[in-house]
DNA sequence: GTATCGATGATCT
DNA sequence: GATCATCGATACC
């Protein structure tokens, strides 16, 4: 069982509840259990990809398992990873529980709370960066374990939207 | 604890 | 020129 990008963006964003998030390259090894995601499909108003491919979601585009990092309000970085079939969904990473690397990720935050609770501060814990944007996670720096156990699966509208705010394709755990 | 608001710039109309 | 898949500071309860 588990988990495979090639699924709706909606299946994959549930399944990665509970998954353990570690990114590891020669500085150190840090990341947390996703608590939190968005899905974002191709025909929906909410997504990057409604209007169809450009410059900036080209990733959203490419192979499931593709990273989609893209920029917004000018300051701050979010992770996503594409899914289904190179049509255009992907599952937002919005929060994290940390469990590796809390000093380093102290250190990237200037802070020793709220290290990992949104989409541009887990991005930045992580020490993430755009340049992450259209590589695959296979061969990128981060990993992903599945759950022992499947956690309790919450669900809700989208945080940050405006449209299709009936669509309960926000999956968290308490 | 919640509510509001400004920052800040790429992207798209 | 408008729109953001956000965050942090501030004010208030």
């Known amino acids: 069982m588990g988990l495979d990008f090639t699924w709706s963006a909606p299946d994959v964003a549930r399944a990665l509840i509970g998954c353990e998030l570690l990114v590891d390259?020669?500085?150190?090894e840090r990341g947390g259990i996703i608590i939190e995601t968005e899905a974002y499909a191709r025909d929906d108003p909410a997504s990057h990809s409604f209007r169809g491919q450009t410059l900036r979601n080209a990733a959203m585009f490419m192979p499931a398992g593709t990273l989609y990092m893209y920029q917004i309000y000018g300051l701050h970085y979010c992770l996503n990873i594409v899914c289904g079939n190179s049509d255009g969904q992907a599952v937002l990473i919005r929060a994290l529980r940390p469990t590796k690397g809390l000093a380093?990720?102290?250190?990237?935050?200037g802070a020793t709370q709220h290290l990992t609770d949104g989409p541009a501060k887990l991005v930045q814990a992580l020490g993430l960066d755009k340049t992450l944007n259209t590589t695959h996670l296979?061969?990128?720096i981060i990993s992903l374990t599945p759950p022992k156990h499947e956690p309790t699966i919450l669900q809700s509208?989208?945080?940050?939207?405006t449209k299709a705010t009936d669509v309960l394709w926000r999956f968290y755990t308490s």
Do not use: K, L, P, T
């Open 25 to 28: 390259d020669e500085a150190r």
């Open 104 to 109: 380093y990720m102290e250190a990237r935050r």
């Open 138 to 140: 296979d061969s990128s």
């Open 157 to 161: 509208s989208r945080i940050g939207v």
